[in-house]
C-alpha cells in the first residue's frame, strides 16, 4: 500500500530481552511515546491516504448517507490491513532503515520493537482486518484488500532492492484499496472504478518519482534500486515522470468525454492537470532537488483535487 511515513527523533535504544518494546515498559516514555510509535508503525498518517482512496472508490459507485454503516465496515476494515502492510514493510526491512536518515528512527529500526513482535502484530491487524471485511463487507472487497497487503509486503518490498520496476508493482498495491471500495458497493465494473483506478496507478509514477529524485542519496545509501544505476544525471526519472503526468491529465478527462460529468468537471481537472504538467515539465529541464520536491508537494494537492472534482460534478443516473 501508501510507502511513505514520517518518523520522529533517534533514540537508539535496544529491544528489550522477552520480545517487549522498551517504550511499553519505560515510565519516562510513557503511554504517549507507546502511541507515538504505533502511529510510525503502522503508517497511520501516510495511510489516511489509503482509507481516503476507498472512500472514492465507495461513494462514486453508492450514496455514502444511506449506506454509511457499509462504508465504516469497508474502512475500517482497510485501516487495519493498510495498518498491518506497514509493520510487516517495517520488520522486513529493518536493516535498510536504519541506513536512511527519513526511517532510521522507526520503532523497528531503532531497535525499540523485536522485528519478531511487529510480524506477529502484522498479522494479528491483517487476519482482524479481513475478517471484518468478510464479516461487514463481503468476499470480494476482502480479497481485493488481501491482494494488496500481498503485493505491497511479498513483492513490491524486496523488489526495491533489486530493480526500479518495482515502482510499477508498488502503483498496483498503491491503486487497489480504490477497489475495495468500489466492491463494497456492489457495484459493476464500469467506467468510475476503471478511470479512478488508472488515475491512482497513473499518479503514483510522478509521485514516487519526484521524491526518489529528490532523496536519491538517501535510497542508495540504504542499497535501495529505485531508480535507473544509468541515469545519472536524471533524464530518465524525469522522464517517466512528465509522461505519467501527461497520461494522468489524459485519463481524468474521459469522465467528461463520455458525458460522464457536469459542466463544471472538465475545466477544473484540465486546470489542475496543466497546473501538474507544468512542474513536471519543471523537474525535466531542471532535475534538481528543488524542482523534484515541487514536483512531489504538487502530486499531493492534485490528486485529492481531480477525486473532488469527480465526486462532486459526477452525473446522476
Known amino acids: 500500500m501508501n510507502p511513505s511515513t514520517t518518523e520522529s527523533t533517534s533514540s537508539g535504544q535496544a529491544a528489550s530481552p522477552l520480545c517487549v518494546p522498551e517504550w511499553a515498559v519505560t515510565e ?62 517495517q520488520a522486513k526491512e529493518q536493516e535498510f532503515d536504519r541506513k536512511m536518515v527519513r526511517t532510521r528512527n522507526r520503532p523497528i529500526a531503532a531497535g525499540r520493537l523485536n522485528p519478531r513482535t511487529g510480524m506477529w502484530l502484522s498479522g494479528l491487524l491483517c487476519g482482524t482486518g479481513c475478517l471484518w471485511l468478510a464479516a461487514g463487507v463481503n468476499v470480494r472487497a476482502m480479497v481485493f484488500a488481501a491482494l494488496a497487503f500481498l503485493v505491497y509486503v511479498s513483492f513490491y518490498t524486496p523488489m526495491k532492492r533489486l530493480t526500479p520496476v518495482c515502482t510499477l508493482v508498488g502503483a498496483v498495491s498503491g491503486a487497489l ?9 456492489g457495484a459493476k465494473f464500469g467506467l468510475w472504478a476503471s478511470v479512478a483506478f488508472a488515475v491512482l496507478f497513473l499518479w503514483q509514477m510522478p509521485h514516487f518519482l519526484a521524491i526518489a529524485w529528490w532523496r536519491r542519496e538517501d535510497y542508495l545509501s540504504a542499497g535501495y534500486r529505485v531508480l535507473s544505476p544509468h541515469d545519472h544525471r536524471g533524464h530518465r526519472t524525469a522522464g517517466w515522470a512528465l509522461a505519467s503526468t501527461l497520461a494522468v491529465v489524459a485519463v481524468s478527462l474521459v469522465p467528461a468525454f463520455a458525458n460522464q460529468v457536469t459542466t463544471w468537471y472538465w475545466p477544473g481537472a484540465l486546470a489542475v492537470g496543466v497546473l501538474f504538467s507544468i512542474l513536471s515539465i519543471r523537474f525535466l529541464v531542471r532535475r534538481d532537488g528543488t524542482a523534484a520536491r515541487s514536483l512531489f508537494l504538487a502530486s499531493l494537492y492534485y490528486l485529492p483535487a481531480v477525486y473532488a472534482l469527480m465526486l462532486l460534478c459526477r452525473a446522476r443516473s
Not at 46 to 75: E, S
Not at 177 to 185: K, S
Open 28 to 89: 519516562s516514555t510513557g503511554i504517549a511515546g507507546w502511541l507515538s510509535d504505533l502511529m510510525v508503525l503502522t503508517k497511520a498518517r501516510a495511510n489516511v491516504a489509503v482509507v481516503a482512496t476507498t472512500f472514492v472508490g465507495f461513494a462514486l459507485h453508492a450514496d455514502v448517507l444511506p449506506n454509511w454503516l457499509l462504508l465504516f465496515h469497508t474502512l475500517a476494515g482497510t485501516a487495519l490491513i493498510a495498518g498491518s502492510a506497514a509493520v510487516a514493510n
Open 177 to 185: 484499496p480504490l477497489l475495495i471500495g468500489w466492491a463494497a458497493t
